[in-house]
């Protein structure tokens, strides 16, 4: 019997507390998949992750010492601080074996194979058995019995996703999966060139506001193999046997190039579920693409141009800027209105932006379109109007955080005069630098690109210290929803404070029988005097005389022995002096 334990922390421990009310809503179907690789004597397990009510979930396991612990993204209290950061795809090396206790049972040696498993986090399940060290719930799993697969060109395929361009960690990035169609086992080249030329060189090399973005980016590729090249012509009669059955459409869509949607995302969940946006491309020599839950492009007419337009409508839902004048549909969208007085895009045009005016011809007749003939939702080879890249813009920031990471200092709980580094990690566009904004309990404190801010708590109590994040950019005159700022906050609990200018302070008891108490601040190291005289100037006693080090300072002074009256005390730090009265009173 093989098992392997896997400690699921966070989710399922809420998962009991709503079991225990009655009336709770039903839970949506939760299940963590597991891709394991049998190895020899090592099983290990090649990624993790949380199915929820069949979508893709915002959660993410992450190892945790040798554990999987879920965690939600943005969660709130202490797993706020500790943001998940990697993705489990790449936590390859973890081997689960009998000495960690985490694997019982005997393992035979195994031919290398992998099995996909997707495991209900239902206790009580078949194949779970619940025990709770540490406190934790721990899901087993019986392995003996796994149907395991080899790696196939097609039928029970394990689609493997491969990273092409990443430029951080998915959890804060749009992760695009790309994979093919009427690709045969011997175009598997043609495919890795067409990812490269058709999608990563023109979009996230060339076509603004991708470029800028395109560190907001990481791009996946899926080698699916089909046993025939090309896609469906219908019209021709023409059918193949392609793995995600391409097929263009009847006349008049002749160019609407589309894809079996269901197999399409059923690759994606295997390949990599974690993904945001599929592209497909199609190794056709027809000009044809669409776009919607997929952006479909064949390979070889104007095929960037296709994609980047067909992308346009799926990430950014932007409608066609040409005129269909039979279009039985009136729908609006960023980039198409039935004002015509006051379209969505007024600022742009109250900005000047040359050509920017509500043209009619958007979609359907009856709408208007912001640009006069530049946008490539119009038609192909133009950029990106001035309101389409707007709209492209926030919605990449929308789906990302502007930091990748922040400070989290190891306590909160800090000493008056103790700075304390603060960072924030940037996203970084290829053209510009977000600022950061640094203010202490609301008072700006510096602004600038480095992410980076010292704190020097001087008061005790609570101190409140924001990062401000903002993309100036440019592409963005309104921004309604915030997309393009965001901001981080510590709360800091300060104790004791700081001096900061030279003073003395009023002796207490005043006046006073024998003895009273002279508070002096020191704010830099300094030579100190601190002397005590009586109504004619002559001094009574010296009380300090000394170089200090920066801080509040107190001296007693007792009068047993002088008689009543008033007496003065003196304070000299270089060029600070200062001196006050006192009384004895008997
Ligand atoms: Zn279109
Ligand atoms: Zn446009």
């Given at each position: 019997m093989k098992r392997i334990s896997i400690l699921v922390a966070g989710t399922f421990a809420c998962f009991f507390t709503s079991l225990a009310q009655t009336d709770a809503p039903r839970q949506p179907l939760e299940s963590i998949r597991l891709v394991i690789e049998f190895s020899g004597e090592n099983v290990e397990v090649l990624e993790a992750s949380i199915i929820e009510g069949g979508n893709r979930s915002q959660k993410s396991l992450r190892t945790v010492n040798g554990w999987f612990r879920v965690e939600e993204l943005g969660?709130?209290?202490?797993v706020l601080l500790g943001?998940?950061?990697?993705?489990?795809?790449?936590?390859?090396?973890?081997s689960v074996d009998l000495a960690t206790g985490l694997l019982s049972g005997t393992l035979a040696q195994l031919p290398r194979e992998i099995a996909v498993v997707t495991v209900p986090?239902?206790?009580?399940?078949?194949g779970l058995r619940v025990v709770a060290p540490n406190g934790f719930p721990l899901l087993q799993l019986d392995i003996s019995s796994l149907e395991r697969k080899r790696f196939?060109?097609?039928?029970n395929a394990l689609w493997l996703a491969e990273p092409v361009m990443v430029t951080g960690e998915h959890e804060n990035r749009i992760d695009l999966l790309v994979m093919g169609d009427?690709?045969?086992?011997?175009d598997t080249g043609r495919f890795r060139n067409d990812v490269s030329s058709v999608l990563i060189q023109p979009m996230f090399r060339a076509k603004s506001p991708f470029r800028e973005y395109a560190g907001f980016f990481n791009v996946y590729m899926v080698t699916v193999i089909s046993n025939e090249r090309g896609a469906d012509h219908p019209d021709a009669g023409i059918v193949r046997d392609t793995e995600l059955d391409a097929s263009y459409g009847l006349p008049p869509l002749e160019r609407l190039l589309t894809c079996n949607t269901q197999k399409v995302l059923a690759v994606a969940d295997e390949a990599f579920p974690q993904y945001d946006h599929i592209m497909v491309l199609v190794n056709d020599s027809t000009y044809g693409g669409s776009g919607g839950q997929i952006a479909v492009s064949a390979n070889t007419v104007l095929p960037d141009e296709v994609l980047i337009h067909e992308f346009g409508h799926s990430f950014a839902n932007l409608l066609d800027e040409y005129l269909v004048t039979n279009s039985p549909v009136a729908a609006v969208g960023p980039n198409c209105d039935q004002n015509e007085s006051s379209p969505l895009w007024k600022h742009w045009i109250q900005a000047g932006s040359p050509g920017v005016g509500a043209f009619p011809g958007c979609w359907a007749p009856n709408l208007f379109r912001p640009t006069f003939e530049n946008c490539i939702m119009k038609s192909l080879l133009l950029p990106f109007c001035v309101v389409c890249r707007e709209h492209i813009t926030r919605a990449i920031n929308e789906a990302v955080e502007l930091y990748d990471s922040y400070t989290i200092p190891p306590s909160m709980n800090v000493q008056a005069g103790d700075s304390a580094g603060l960072s924030v990690e940037l996203m970084r566009p290829a053209d510009h630098a977000l600022t950061a904004t640094w203010s202490v309990d609301g008072i700006v404190q510096k602004s600038d690109t480095t992410g980076r801010f010292t704190y020097l708590p001087l008061d005790s109590g609570g101190h409140r210290v924001t990062a401000v994040i903002r993309d100036p950019g440019g592409f963005v005159l309104a921004d309604p929803a915030g997309s393009m700022t965001e901001s981080i906050e510590w709360v800091f609990q300060v104790t004791g404070s700081v001096v900061r200018s030279f003073a003395l302070k009023q002796n207490y008891?005043?006046?006073?029988?024998p003895g009273t108490t002279i508070v002096l601040d020191v704010p830099k190291a300094a030579h100190v005097r601190l002397a005590v005289y009586d109504l004619l100037g002559r001094q009574i006693e010296v009380l300090i005389d000394d170089d200090l080090p920066a801080g509040p300072y107190s001296r007693e002074w007792d009068a047993t022995g002088s008689p009543s009256g008033v007496y003065f005390y003196r304070m000299e730090a270089g060029e600070f002096v200062e001196t006050r009265k006192m009384l004895v009173a008997r």
């Open positions: 969660g709130s209290g202490e943001r998940p950061f990697s993705d489990p795809r790449i936590h390859v090396a973890h986090k239902v206790p009580g399940a078949a196939r060109k097609s039928g009427g690709y045969t086992v011997s008891p005043n006046p006073f029988n």
